[in-house]
């Protein structure tokens, strides 16, 4: 595929590759963590964060703060 041509020939693409993929692992951690403690469901989220990146993450952080609110008026 294109993106594995443009990882393979320039440094650069390689080390935005390795950067995203770092970042992801540590938004992934903390949202295992995160969503076991609140009772929140995950799954769908890792499944949303490897077809959207990021959003994925923002989407489970909008989740929960709507979640915590939600409880908190009960």
């Not at 650069?12 to 540590?26: E, P, Y």
């Not at 009772?39 to 703060?65: C, E, K, M, N, Q």
Request: glycine share 4%.
């Amino acid at each position: 595929s294109g993106l594995v041509r443009v990882v393979r020939s320039e440094p650069w693409a390689a080390q935005m590759l390795v950067d995203v993929t770092i970042a992801l692992l540590v938004a992934w951690t903390f949202l295992w963590r995160d969503a076991r403690e609140r009772g929140l469901p995950a799954a769908a989220y890792f499944v949303a964060t490897l077809l959207t990146g990021s959003i994925a993450v923002l989407a489970y952080l909008v989740h929960r703060d709507i979640a915590e609110r939600r409880s908190r008026s009960v």
